[in-house]
């Protein structure tokens, strides 16, 4: 009797240690400079709303810690453009520093692969905007085609939004 209610104490204990490690990566918008940017930390909230964006919503949530099966996602900013680019995978970090962003910060972690109660966090690319999207709400390709966004890669794996 009492092997079981350690387990289901201890199961308990690990359910509600991986709940509170979840955190809401929120969507900002300027439409001065028709840009998104998604950040999870507190010091991207404040660079967001220093710049004049506005909070849309919360988008996904993310995981704080990293956890075996995920990798950090980052924030990266374009002067010249005045663009985020909010990507996990070494080929978006790759190709953003490519053309001269910068790291800022890690904003939390995704998992690599999909697991349960995950959904794809998929990024866009605006050429006419020269905005980065990134978004793990259900939209399908049409629907960012015809708001002038190509879909680039899935960037990761995250909770969705309640």
């Given at each position: 009797?009492?092997?079981?209610?350690?387990l289901?104490?201890?199961?308990?204990?690990?359910?509600?240690?991986?709940?509170?490690?979840?955190i809401?990566?929120?969507?900002?918008?300027?439409?001065?400079?028709?840009?998104?940017?998604?950040?999870?930390?507190?010091q991207?909230?404040?660079?967001?709303?220093?710049?004049?964006?506005?909070?849309?919503?919360?988008?996904?949530?993310?995981?704080?810690?990293?956890?075996?099966?995920?990798?950090p996602?980052?924030?990266?900013?374009?002067?010249?453009?005045?663009?985020?680019i909010?990507?996990?995978?070494?080929?978006a970090?790759?190709?953003?520093?490519?053309?001269?962003?910068?790291?800022?910060?890690?904003e939390?972690?995704v998992?690599?692969?999909?697991?349960?109660?995950?959904?794809?966090l998929?990024?866009?690319?605006?050429?006419?905007?020269?905005?980065?999207?990134?978004?793990?709400?259900?939209?399908?390709?049409?629907t960012?085609?015809?708001?002038?966004?190509?879909?680039?890669?899935?960037?990761g794996?995250?909770?969705?939004?309640?």
């Amino acid at each position: 009797m009492k092997k079981i209610v350690l387990l289901v104490v201890f199961g308990t204990l690990a359910i509600s240690s991986f709940a509170q490690t979840r955190i809401p990566l929120k969507l900002y918008w300027s439409a001065p400079r028709g840009d998104n940017f998604s950040t999870a930390t507190d010091q991207g909230i404040c660079d967001a709303l220093a710049a004049g964006y506005t909070a849309a919503r919360i988008d996904c949530y993310i995981l704080k810690d990293n956890l075996t099966g995920t990798r950090p996602l980052k924030t990266l900013w374009h002067a010249q453009r005045a663009d985020n680019i909010t990507a996990s995978t070494e080929q978006a970090i790759d190709d953003a520093e490519s053309v001269n962003y910068v790291h800022l910060r890690t904003e939390g972690y995704v998992y690599t692969t999909q697991v349960a109660g995950t959904v794809p966090l998929k990024l866009y690319w605006s050429e006419e905007r020269q905005d980065n999207f990134i978004t793990a709400l259900p939209i399908n390709d049409q629907t960012m085609a015809n708001e002038g966004y190509r879909f680039v890669r899935i960037e990761g794996y995250v909770f969705p939004a309640q």
